[in-house]
C-alpha cells in the first residue's frame, strides 16, 4: 500500500486530515500546513460518476429507498463508504502536489 506522503515536508499525511472531505479540492497537512491538491482527478471522477450512476439504478430499481425518503441520507453515508475505500489509490505520493 501506498502511503501519503506530503511533497512539502516529505511527512505520512495521516488520513483524518482528508478522509472526511467528500471531494478534496484541498487540504492542509498535518505537519507543516502546506496547501495540498491532487494532480489529477480523473481517478476520483470516474468513481464519483460510477458511484452516482450506482445511485440512481438504486432509487429507481428498489422501490423502498424511494418509499422511507433515506435515499439522500444512504447516498451520502455509501459514498463516505465509498471514498474511504478509495483514498489510498486516489491519495498516492505521485498525485499529491502544493498547491
Ligand atoms: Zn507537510
Known amino acids: 500500500m501506498n502511503h501519503c ?28 500546513k502546506a496547501r495540498l ?3 489529477s482527478y480523473k481517478l476520483l ?3 464519483f460518476f460510477a458511484y452516482l450512476l450506482l445511485v440512481i439504478a438504486a432509487v429507481i430499481f428498489v422501490p423502498i429507498i424511494r418509499q422511507y425518503g433515506i435515499s439522500v ?4 453515508l455509501g459514498w463516505l463508504l465509498f471514498y474511504q475505500k478509495l483514498t489510498p489509490k486516489v491519495f498516492d505520493k505521485r498525485n499529491i502536489s502544493l498547491k
Open 73 to 76: 441520507i444512504l447516498s451520502v
Open 5 to 32: 506522503i506530503c511533497p512539502n515536508c516529505q511527512q505520512k499525511i495521516e488520513q483524518n486530515s482528508y478522509a472526511m472531505l467528500f471531494f478534496p479540492f484541498t487540504w492542509h497537512c498535518s505537519h507543516c
Open 37 to 39: 491538491t491532487l494532480k
Open 45 to 47: 471522477n470516474i468513481a
